[in-house]
């Protein structure tokens, strides 16, 4: 599969949140400002946004940020004025009788996010260093300066101008959002939506680490939903997918999870029976690989609907 930040398209995006890393309910105040299944983007600019968020001007902006990053909203190529909302998290926030999680507070909610930040294609995205920090840092620690290299190296190839500063608190809201400062106060800890996957370790003076192995709390239908966008990301054409692919191609359910290879394979051997025949696991002469039958649009979507709500159960 090909690194989608070097595809010639993407532009990078290095800002946007404010330095405010995602928070447990600002999927949900963002969600809740909408009027049907699309939202004014004045709403975040106006005069009456600070107090229809009850939050600063500076974090109404992250709000904002946030939607968009998680794809919560979707930018209408119809109308300038709105966001779309997505209909996959409409059902997820709703508060109508049947909404998966409406106080955001579920694990699947959290995976779906995280996946959305560094996993989906990065055509649509606004979470560079979320992208990079988990699918080209390949080494068993790192530093935020090692980071900040790196970062400032593939802007000058992309032809972006940004700046040491602005890369630096990127990565450090990157970093804080999965691993809060230990002496950052018990309200600051508690905060940050994603430090519960436990996903990245702060090993002290400037080392990070990511945790590794089968995580627990990933639940099957969300796994499912990254294979499926995963394979949606490279070519549409090919019925195999080699388990390698799977677990250290960029921006594969493996490396922005972090599972290990026995991890992976555990969770691949169900599929079959998960998405009914749609994708199959297959380990046989020592060719490890999933193997997908064609299906229709709409039976796709129902798939995926079906998948989603299993990940709530």
């Known amino acids: 599969m090909q690194n989608m930040l070097e595809e010639q398209s993407y532009t990078p995006h290095f800002s946007g949140h404010e330095t405010f890393p995602l928070r447990q309910m600002w999927l949900k105040k963002a969600f809740e400002a909408r009027g049907g299944m699309s939202v004014s983007k004045s709403t975040f600019t106006d005069e009456r946004a600070i ?9 109404v902006a992250s709000i904002k940020h946030w939607a968009l990053a998680c794809g919560v909203f979707e930018e209408d190529g ?9 209909p996959l998290w409409a059902r997820i926030l709703s508060d109508t009788d049947g909404a998966l999680d409406s106080f955001c507070e579920h694990p699947a909610t959290l995976w779906l996010a ?7 294609p990065a055509g649509r995205h606004r979470s560079t ?3 990079w920090i988990f699918n080209n840092v390949l080494s068993p620690t790192f530093t935020r300066e090692e980071v900040q290299q790196q970062l400032l190296a593939y802007a000058a190839r992309k032809g972006v101008k940004v700046s ?12 804080r959002g999965y691993c809060p400062k230990p002496d950052a106060g018990v309200e600051s800890m508690a905060e940050p939506m994603l430090a519960e996957l436990g996903l990245i370790l702060d090993e002290g003076r400037g080392v990070f680490s990511f945790r590794r192995g089968p995580k ?15 394979w949606g990301a490279g070519s549409t054409s090919e019925s195999s997918l080699a388990f390698e692919a799977l677990a250290h191609g960029p921006g594969s359910p493996g490396r922005v999870f972090k599972m290990d290879e026995n991890s992976l394979a555990d969770r691949l051997m ?4 998960r998405t009914d025949g749609m994708l ?24 995926v609907e079906r998948l989603v709500e299993n990940a709530y159960k």
Not at 78 to 85: G, L, N
Not at 165 to 171: C, E, G, K, M
Not at 219 to 226: K, N, Q, S, T
Not at 293 to 301: I, Y
Request: charged letters at 25%; one cysteine or more.
């Open 51 to 59: 107090a229809l968020f009850g939050v600063g001007k500076n974090m």
């Open 78 to 86: 119809r109308d300038k004025s709105s966001f779309h909302i997505s």
């Open 114 to 120: 995280h996946w959305r930040l560094a996993g989906v």
């Open 129 to 131: 260093t979320w992208w």
């Open 164 to 175: 040491e500063a602005t890369l630096r608190r990127d990565i450090e809201t990157c970093l």
């Open 216 to 230: 627990a709390s990933l639940p099957d239908g969300i796994f499912d939903l990254a294979v499926l966008d995963y």
């Open 270 to 273: 169900g599929l079959e029976i």
């Open 280 to 303: 199959v696991w297959t380990d046989s002469s020592g060719i490890r690989q999933v193997m997908r039958r064609e299906v229709g649009a709409k039976v796709g979507r129902r798939l």
